[in-house]
Nanobody
Framework: QVQLLESGGGLVQAGGSLRLSCAASGRTFRNYAAAWFRQAPGKERDFVAAISWSSAHTYGADSVKGRFTISRNNAKNTVYLQMNSLKPEDTAVYYC??????????????WGQGTQVTVSS
Protein backbone atom coordinates (compact mmCIF):
# COMPACT_ATOMS: atom_id res chain seq x y z
CA GLN A 1 0.00 0.00 0.00
CA VAL A 2 2.91 2.33 0.78
CA GLN A 3 6.17 2.40 -1.12
CA LEU A 4 9.26 4.00 0.37
CA LEU A 5 12.49 5.02 -1.33
CA GLU A 6 15.59 6.14 0.56
CA SER A 7 18.27 8.40 -0.85
CA GLY A 8 21.19 10.50 0.34
CA GLY A 9 23.61 7.83 1.51
CA GLY A 10 27.26 7.88 0.62
CA LEU A 11 30.82 8.01 1.86
CA VAL A 12 31.78 10.61 4.43
CA GLN A 13 34.71 11.19 6.77
CA ALA A 14 34.32 10.88 10.52
CA GLY A 15 32.88 14.09 11.93
CA GLY A 16 31.01 14.87 8.74
CA SER A 17 27.31 15.08 8.00
CA LEU A 18 24.75 13.48 5.71
CA ARG A 19 21.03 13.99 5.24
CA LEU A 20 18.97 10.96 4.30
CA SER A 21 15.58 11.28 2.64
CA CYS A 22 12.73 8.80 2.40
CA ALA A 23 10.09 9.52 -0.22
CA ALA A 24 6.69 7.84 0.15
CA SER A 25 4.28 6.86 -2.58
CA GLY A 26 1.02 8.51 -1.54
CA ARG A 27 -1.02 10.61 0.86
CA THR A 28 -1.83 7.67 3.15
CA PHE A 29 1.76 7.82 4.39
CA ARG A 30 0.70 10.82 6.47
CA ASN A 31 -1.33 8.47 8.70
CA TYR A 32 1.70 6.43 9.78
CA ALA A 33 4.53 6.91 12.15
CA ALA A 34 7.90 6.66 10.44
CA ALA A 35 11.27 5.44 11.59
CA TRP A 36 14.84 4.84 10.56
CA PHE A 37 16.67 1.59 11.25
CA ARG A 38 20.17 0.52 10.32
CA GLN A 39 21.94 -2.76 9.78
CA ALA A 40 25.67 -3.39 9.60
CA PRO A 41 27.08 -6.55 7.98
CA GLY A 42 26.60 -9.58 10.22
CA LYS A 43 24.47 -7.67 12.73
CA GLU A 44 20.77 -7.29 13.49
CA ARG A 45 18.71 -4.30 12.50
CA ASP A 46 19.06 -1.53 15.07
CA PHE A 47 16.57 1.20 15.82
CA VAL A 48 17.78 4.71 15.06
CA ALA A 49 14.88 7.17 15.42
CA ALA A 50 11.10 7.42 15.04
CA ILE A 51 8.59 10.21 14.45
CA SER A 52 4.81 10.26 14.89
CA TRP A 53 2.46 11.04 12.01
CA SER A 54 2.04 14.66 13.07
CA SER A 55 5.69 15.19 14.12
CA ALA A 56 4.40 15.87 17.65
CA HIS A 57 6.63 13.13 19.07
CA THR A 58 10.10 11.94 18.23
CA TYR A 59 12.64 9.75 19.94
CA GLY A 60 16.00 8.31 19.09
CA ALA A 61 18.38 5.61 20.15
CA ASP A 62 20.90 6.54 22.83
CA SER A 63 23.72 5.94 20.37
CA VAL A 64 22.56 8.78 18.12
CA LYS A 65 21.00 11.29 20.53
CA GLY A 66 22.50 14.72 20.11
CA ARG A 67 23.84 13.82 16.67
CA PHE A 68 20.89 12.65 14.54
CA THR A 69 17.55 14.39 14.00
CA ILE A 70 14.46 12.84 12.42
CA SER A 71 11.86 15.05 10.77
CA ARG A 72 9.10 14.82 8.20
CA ASN A 73 7.30 17.00 5.71
CA ASN A 74 3.87 15.51 5.10
CA ALA A 75 3.12 17.94 2.27
CA LYS A 76 6.04 16.34 0.43
CA ASN A 77 5.45 12.79 1.74
CA THR A 78 9.06 12.74 2.86
CA VAL A 79 10.93 11.76 6.03
CA TYR A 80 14.46 12.94 6.75
CA LEU A 81 17.34 11.89 8.92
CA GLN A 82 19.94 14.58 9.51
CA MET A 83 23.15 12.92 10.66
CA ASN A 84 25.90 15.05 12.16
CA SER A 85 29.19 14.19 13.87
CA LEU A 86 29.26 10.85 12.10
CA LYS A 87 31.39 8.05 13.49
CA PRO A 88 32.78 4.92 11.82
CA GLU A 89 30.39 2.83 13.92
CA ASP A 90 27.50 4.57 12.14
CA THR A 91 28.44 2.68 8.97
CA ALA A 92 25.44 0.60 7.91
CA VAL A 93 22.60 0.27 5.46
CA TYR A 94 19.90 2.68 6.60
CA TYR A 95 16.24 1.78 6.09
CA CYS A 96 13.15 3.91 6.48
CA UNK A 97 9.89 2.33 7.61
CA UNK A 98 6.24 3.23 8.18
CA UNK A 99 3.93 1.80 10.82
CA UNK A 100 3.36 2.12 14.54
CA UNK A 101 5.30 4.55 16.69
CA UNK A 102 7.71 2.10 18.32
CA UNK A 103 11.35 1.08 18.22
CA UNK A 104 10.59 -2.50 17.15
CA UNK A 105 11.08 -3.54 13.52
CA UNK A 106 8.14 -5.98 13.64
CA UNK A 107 5.75 -3.09 14.31
CA UNK A 108 6.52 -1.49 10.96
CA UNK A 109 4.53 -2.56 7.92
CA UNK A 110 6.38 -0.87 5.08
CA TRP A 111 10.07 -0.65 4.30
CA GLY A 112 12.34 1.00 1.81
CA GLN A 113 15.19 -0.72 0.02
CA GLY A 114 17.92 0.89 2.11
CA THR A 115 20.74 3.30 1.41
CA GLN A 116 24.39 2.71 2.29
CA VAL A 117 26.17 5.06 4.68
CA THR A 118 29.91 4.59 5.05
CA VAL A 119 31.94 6.65 7.52
CA SER A 120 35.70 6.50 7.16
CA SER A 121 38.05 6.84 10.12
Amino acid sequence: QVQLLESGGGLVQAGGSLRLSCAASGRTFRNYAAAWFRQAPGKERDFVAAISWSSAHTYGADSVKGRFTISRNNAKNTVYLQMNSLKPEDTAVYYCAAGRFTATPDDYDYWGQGTQVTVSS
